[in-house]
């Protein structure tokens, strides 16, 4: 861009051309006060009219925000015409802005009160008109105050262009002009997602947090940075505390991930922090009922038992599971615990239950099971193919950069997705493959792109390997016989191959959708052969993207909590690696693969298994076939639960332990893209609670194992001598935007996408899949097919979410999702109850009847545990990874009258 | 004319005359016409706006040129009698104007072209504008023919640029640099887009063109649209104007038939298709990068420029917005030249205006005058003086526009001169006022005008208009204070400099002018 000359306030300053005055002034360090303007985010709609300045020649004052500077301007920021201007624009502000600034819950953070307060206007000379508009409080989070509303539009903006909502714009005109939702009838009976972006961008205290009203002011916060424990998105945000409480989450744009947005959950899903039912003492279960304990009663016992069943069964009759939800350094820790204290590999987390597959499918193709772009590279893609992902509800935050990538920079989007999932707003195409079927579909799109030569044949020959075999394969798979198979029409087929193969970046994003299924390693090879295919590996805006479920789920992985892998995926069965945490450690170890989750699971029910330590998981509602699980847990003969509330799981349990909240404690956690991140302590924990790193470091203790860490800082300091993707991992350089794996030493920047030049294992490697149907098909006595997933307002099993007000009201209870036609032959209307019953279990729920499901196919969420989806799914395995089939099996459908 | 006639009677079908009956005048002279076997010499045309306005049904008659108003249906027998049988004025209905004649350059006159020639206004009260025959017979779609065949796209650039035409919704600029704006831009395809969203009060002039004469317009945006490289063109038209619409789409229609517009148009490679967008009633929707979000299906407000509509217009395209106004001299610039065009106007604003004036005059209508001509002129010239009591106001450029008092009743009327004493010249509506009018309350009608009108986007126009009519208000209700009249002044004044639009820019207009030439009437209501 041409360098110009300008002059503001008789400062002669070089500018870019077309940068606007604004920007120059900051630049020069001249403040100009700004009211509407949001130039972080890309907002300067020019509309308030505080930023006016004199630019010489100009007929009027000019708004500095939007106006681009040329050469030879001569501007005036401070001169008395435009001050006039500027605090006659703030008196008709102030004429109707209610000035009960005293007891507002914006004072001090307030820029119309910052505004007056620079430009000394104390009141209007042009009198008073209120607006006298009603409160509108019917959203559960946010409370809409209109009439302290000046109309600077940032809540629109956001809505509409970054969120894309579209559930609030103006309304009326002139001076009845408002922010109205909808059709005026308040936020809640709008398309609003809670999500609270406009709460975040308000500059005045027309949208305030509802939760956090008379809870304090901004000076008597202190704010601490962490990362949301929810998603794998892994959005940063600020925990506002005062006195001990987390009273509110904000956000801000200088985020890395998220800059200034979250979704529903993070931004106001914290309350259950302070709820009266938090475990806070560790509790024995005596005589089938537990009894407060103190901490040294519950650790003798655990030992003693551990000690005893270790000696009398062997070590591998005990196996622990690891949590998501907790942090890298308590992951590591406790599978340290399991292998060097316990003496089994016999540990695993619900990663088995998500993403197994994409760890067991993606190492196997490229080398590496992870995340191979970074979230910002999604805006910038060309095309995207998205499936098995309602990213909109899962992943909130980078559905946002799939919409931008749409709507602003012009992507195409290939959305393939049994479910017409909110995105399938935004596709170029929405494939609606039967469920199950995705080998076929995918099998289908190569057999085109070979066909029509779209293949990367460069790519191919200098960096893959197994291509021909894959060839042979596909060949078979024309876009006819992948129609019938699939039901998605041949020409949609060749359409979206086309797309897929032309786009300069091409951009893969699945989730669950692909690998909870029995042919879910299949699924992931599927992926990453249409990815090497095209040559869309190794480059930005690219690569093949598993969306992770929760907020450590990689992290979990990452650092070993798996019955195979030491951290950083380090084989258990490599002696080399063996020898190498052997001697850290201090103890011999087994190089025997110890047992996966539903393996565990079944191996307690079958007796082999006779104690599990599990920390922060709820295998007694996240896993197929609960009563089969719940069964298996029974049997134990010695359960050990760690959790901040008593789960399904904890009341099955001889001992509970008090674990505690992400606000409790630091540490770090890796979210889907691979980024290592800081979370930080921001309360004492609560009552007699402890973070699990301490509980695991004294339970070692206690049985002899001698682990003893003053702070997780030290703990990872251990973790990156011991793990190279972690190896220039230290607190120290995570505090601006955390480092993204791998990143094998101190020096290194990490890495922001994978495979650039050569992929983790050498050379790609093709993998021919061949379509097999999913383990259990509908037939005549179940006749539909049932899957699930997870709903925008709720996460996991519920455990926390069920237990924040605000969303528990919006999402009280389980939804059965049935399409229109389908209830209408089974004669039920929306609202009505049915039952729906697997092979395995039945369940009652409310009917919702909405076009998102196809012909056929029922959805239901799995938070709820008054119809836990998850009594009905079935527990048969992929091969390979060992994860369920959550995503198909058969059920039948009758309405309870 | 055909036929053995002797005579043509045209019958004005405008929207005021429609609702005066004019369509069953219309029948009733053909019956009466035929009942006197006189149906081989005179025939009944009906035509555009023939000029009166609050005259009724009015009719003219070729070739005498004799006009009559407020013709009801009772009175045809007697008139045809009178008029065709006895061969003798009817004095009854007798109006002292006269229909236009010919453009003649042999008798020009700079200052009069009501008689001696009229550009825009050249076919209305003439033609029949539901019969494209007709305009053709006239010269019309030459000029398209001329410029496809005979002319560049630049060619045509530079005649409109040549011929100094300004923009005629108001603001006046230069058409031609305009248009090469949309032209330079790179990214296809391109928009024409006639604005046609008339909605200063008291302004017409763009419906009875349209209603008068819609194939000139449709010509002038073909031609646009060949010089820019736009091949869609579209009217963004007011709801109310159902005849417009109605009379357009017919023309489109027509046009299409005769492959006068749509593909390959005069078998050439140049395709242009016009649509019809029909407003919701927003007066702000007539600023341009409105009536952009407008067409877009969003909310009726300005967008920021630069980018202008030239570079990133309708669905961020380049897009050439014009008035009705300027598209219709465009056909008449390129037949006839540039030079030929600059002998009407003045210097710095060649070419004609049209106004419709209104208020206490005698004649009220639609007139079209040479650019330049003085505001007593067209007082005492055309509109047949003022009506009862003295001349004390006219606010020119309607309700956004300014307030000449007696003191400027010889300022030219164009771009330029109105520009020096800080005026515009505005959307072509003249209201003339006696001294019966009370300044503050007119001005609380115009500023409640705006108060409904803003669109609330930016703090200034949404606010400030509120608070000026309270002011107002206050005062002529006999509660105003000291210092109101200041307060009024600082935030006309800061409107003017710190609105977002135009509408707010322009809204207090009036307002300061009259502050500054009557403040002895505010005072006089202060003190009281």
Redesign the interface.
């Known amino acids: 861009m041409k360098e110009v000359k300008i002059t503001i306030d008789g400062q002669e300053v070089m500018a870019q051309e077309g940068k606007t005055i604004l920007e120059i002034a900051i630049e020069a360090g001249i403040k100009i006060p700004t009211l509407c303007a949001m130039p972080e985010l890309g907002f300067t709609?020019?509309?308030?009219?505080?930023c006016?300045v004199e630019v010489e020649g100009a007929p009027?004052?000019v708004?500095s925000c939007?106006y681009?500077v040329r050469e030879g301007l001569i501007i005036h920021t401070k001169s008395e015409?435009v001050l006039?201007?500027r605090r006659?624009?703030l008196e008709?502000?102030i004429?109707?802005h209610p000035l009960d600034c005293m007891t507002c819950e914006k004072n001090g953070d307030c820029v119309l009160e910052d505004l007056a307060y620079e430009l000394g206007v104390k009141e209007s000379?042009?009198?008073r008109?209120e607006r006298k508009l009603p409160l509108d409080e019917s959203n559960p989070f946010i409370v809409r105050d209109l009439n302290k509303c000046?109309?600077c539009?940032r809540c629109v903006e956001i809505c509409n262009e970054i969120q894309q909502t579209y559930a609030i714009?103006?309304g009326?005109?002139?001076?009845?002009?408002k922010v109205i939702a909808d059709g005026d009838n308040g936020l809640r009976y709008s398309e609003c997602v809670s999500c609270g972006q406009c709460v975040a961008v308000c500059p005045v205290g027309a949208l305030i947090d509802k939760a956090a009203q008379g809870k304090g002011r901004t000076w008597e916060f202190t704010k601490v940075k962490t990362t949301c424990n929810y998603c794998g998105c892994g959005c940063n945000f600020d925990f506002n505390v005062k006195e001990g409480k987390v009273i509110k989450v904000t956000s801000n744009p200088e985020s890395v991930v998220n800059g200034i947005n979250l979704c529903v959950k993070g931004r106001f899903g914290y309350d259950y922090i302070h709820r009266d039912d938090r475990l806070t003492t560790p509790l024995i279960k005596k005589n089938g009922k537990f009894e407060k304990a103190s901490w040294e009663e519950a650790y003798q016992l655990i030992s003693d038992k551990f000690t005893q069943i270790k000696k009398e069964s062997g070590s591998d009759s005990l196996a622990v599971l690891s949590s998501a939800k907790c942090t890298n350094e308590e992951n590591y820790l406790l599978m340290k615990f399991s292998r060097a204290v316990l003496g089994t590999n016999n540990v695993d987390h619900c990663a088995r239950l998500c993403h197994s597959a994409t760890v067991a499918g993606l190492a196997q193709a490229f080398g590496s099971g992870a995340m191979t772009n970074s979230i910002k590279e999604i805006a910038d893609a060309s095309a995207i193919y998205l499936t098995g992902s309602n990213t909109t509800e899962n992943h909130p935050i980078i559905a946002l950069e799939i919409k931008k990538a749409v709507t602003k920079n012009g992507a195409k989007l290939i959305v393939a997705d049994p479910r017409e999932i909110e995105l399938a707003k935004y596709a170029t195409l929405w494939l609606r493959q039967r469920p199950g079927t995705d080998v076929a579909l995918f099998n289908g799109l190569m057999n085109v792109i070979i066909n029509e030569g779209l293949e990367d044949k460069e790519f191919i020959a200098q960096r893959t390997e197994g291509y021909e075999e894959l060839k042979k394969t596909v060949l078979k798979y024309t876009p006819e016989v992948v129609e019938k198979i699939t039901g998605v029409p041949a020409d949609d087929i060749r359409k979206a191959a086309r797309i897929y193969a032309t786009a300069p970046t091409t951009s893969l994003i699945y989730s669950m959708g692909i690998t909870q299924h029995t042919t879910g390693t299949d699924n992931v090879l599927s992926t990453a052969n249409i990815a090497m295919l095209t040559g869309n590996v190794g480059k930005e805006s690219a690569g093949v993207n598993p969306l992770r479920g929760q907020s450590n789920v990689q992290g979990a992985c990452d650092l070993g909590a798996l019955p195979n892998f030491y951290s950083g995926y380090q084989k258990v069965t490599d002696s080399q690696v063996k020898d190498k945490f052997s001697k850290a450690w201090g103890v011999d170890l087994s190089d025997k693969v110890g047992l996966t989750v539903v393996e565990i699971l079944n191996a307690a029910y079958e007796g082999k298994i006779k104690s599990i330590f599990v920390m922060a998981e709820n295998p007694a509602m996240s896993d197929p076939d609960l009563n089969h699980a719940r069964e298996a847990l029974k049997k134990t003969e010695f359960l050990v639960v760690s959790d901040v509330f008593m789960t399904e799981t904890a009341e099955l349990a001889d001992v509970v332990l008090p674990g505690v909240t992400i606000a409790e404690k630091d540490g770090t956690i890796t979210n889907t893209e691979r980024r290592v991140q800081r979370i930080r302590k921001a309360i004492e924990p609560i009552g007699d609670s402890k973070p699990e790193w301490k509980i695991i470091c004294e339970l070692s203790q206690k049985m002899g194992y001698n682990m003893n860490y003053n702070n997780p800082g030290e703990i990872m300091e251990e973790i990156s001598q011991l793990t190279p993707i972690y190896g220039g991992i230290h607190y120290n350089r995570l505090d601006d935007g955390g480092l993204q794996w791998p990143c094998p030493d101190a020096h290194h920047p990490g890495t922001k996408y994978l495979h650039k030049d050569k992929f983790s294992r050498g050379k790609g490697k093709f993998f021919a899949v061949e379509f097999k149907e999913a383990a259990e098909l509908p037939d005549e006595e179940y006749p539909f097919i049932f899957t699930t997933g997870r709903v925008l307002y709720h996460f996991h099993t519920g455990t926390i979410t069920r237990r924040s007000k605000g969303l528990n009201e919006i999402y009280p209870e389980a939804l059965v999702e049935i399409n229109p036609q389908d209830a209408e032959e089974l004669g039920v209307k929306e609202g009505e109850f049915v039952e729906v019953a697997s092979r395995r279990g039945k369940i009652k729920a409310k009917v919702q009847v909405t076009e998102k499901s196809g012909k056929g196919v029922v959805f239901m969420s799995f938070h709820f545990h008054e119809a836990a989806a998850n009594l009905l799914t079935n527990s048969a395995l992929d091969p390979v990874s060992k994860i369920p089939e959550y995503k198909v099996c058969a059920v039948k459908i009758q309405k309870i009258s | 004319m055909t036929k053995k006639d002797i005579a043509q009677i045209l019958v004005g079908i405008d929207g005021n005359t429609v609702l005066s009956g004019a369509r069953k005048i219309k029948t009733k002279l053909i019956t009466e016409i035929n009942k006197q076997g006189l149906l081989d010499q005179v025939s009944v045309i009906e035509t555009g706006s023939i000029g009166p306005v609050n005259k009724g049904v009015v009719i003219g008659i070729y070739p005498t040129r004799e006009i009559y108003g407020n013709v009801t249906e009772n009175d045809i027998s007697e008139f045809i009698q009178e008029r065709f049988i006895k061969g003798r004025p009817y004095k009854k209905l007798l109006l002292p104007e006269k229909l236009p004649i010919e453009i003649d350059l042999t008798a020009y006159d700079p200052r009069k072209t009501q008689y001696f020639g009229r550009i825009v206004l050249d076919n209305c009260g003439k033609i029949n504008p539901e019969d494209i025959k007709e305009y053709i017979g006239v010269g019309g779609y030459e000029a398209l023919g001329i410029a496809l065949k005979e002319k560049t796209p630049e060619e045509i650039i530079e005649i409109v640029k040549n011929s100094g035409l300004r923009g005629r919704g108001g603001a006046g600029f230069p058409t031609g640099l305009k248009w090469s704006f949309a032209a330079k831009a790179k990214r296809i395809p391109k928009y024409v887009i006639c604005n046609a969203d008339e909605g200063e009060p008291g302004t017409f002039k763009d419906r009875l063109i349209m209603e008068g004469d819609p194939h000139k317009i449709l010509e002038g945006m073909a031609i646009c649209g060949y010089a820019i490289g736009a091949n869609t063109g579209y009217i963004y038209i007011r709801g109310e104007y159902q005849l417009s619409i109605q009379r357009l789409k017919k023309a489109i229609k027509d046009a299409e038939k005769l492959g006068l517009l749509g593909k390959n148009i005069l078998g050439t490679d140049f395709d242009f298709e016009v649509k019809i967008k029909i407003g919701a009633g927003?007066y702000v929707c007539g600023e341009e990068t409105t009536l952009l979000n407008s067409m877009e299906g969003f909310?009726g407000?300005p967008r920021?420029k630069?980018p202008f509509p030239a570079e990133s217009g309708f669905l961020s395209h380049p897009t050439n917005v014009n008035n009705v106004e300027t598209f219709a001299n465009i056909a008449p610039i390129v037949l006839n030249g540039a030079e030929w065009f600059k002998k009407f106007g003045t210097k710095d604003s060649p070419g004609t205006k049209v106004y419709t004036i209104l208020g206490h005059i005698n004649r009220p209508g639609l007139i079209e005058v040479s650019m330049g001509i003085t505001l007593r002129e067209i007082i005492y010239d055309y509109a047949g003086g003022i009506s009862s009591g003295s001349f004390k106001m006219a606010q020119i450029g309607g309700t956004a526009g300014n307030i000449l008092s007696s003191e400027f009743l010889d300022v030219p009327l164009d771009f330029e001169s109105l520009r020096k004493l800080g005026y515009s010249l505005g959307s072509g509506a003249i209201l003339i006022m006696n001294e019966t009018v009370s300044v503050v309350d007119f001005m609380k009608c115009c500023i409640k005008f705006f108060?409904?009108?803003?669109?609330?986007?930016?703090?200034?126009c949404?606010?400030?208009?509120?608070?000026i009519y309270?002011?107002l208000d206050k005062i002529s209700s006999g509660k105003g204070k000291t210092g109101d009249l200041e307060?009024l002044k600082?935030?006309g004044k800061?409107m003017?400099?710190?609105?977002?639009c135009p509408l707010g820019?322009s809204a207090p207009n009036s307002l300061l002018d009259t502050l500054k030439l009557f403040p002895e009437e505010y005072n006089q209501i202060l003190r009281k």
């Open positions: 709609p020019g509309s308030c009219r505080v006016v009027t004052l708004a939007v681009p015409r006039q201007a006659i624009v008709l502000l004429a109707s000379r042009f009198g008109i000046v109309l539009r714009n103006f009326y005109r002139s001076s009845k002009t | 927003s909310r407000e920021l630069p108060v409904h009108e803003s669109c609330g986007k930016c703090t200034p949404r606010e400030g208009t509120k608070y309270e002011i307060t600082l935030l800061s003017k400099d710190t609105s977002f820019q």
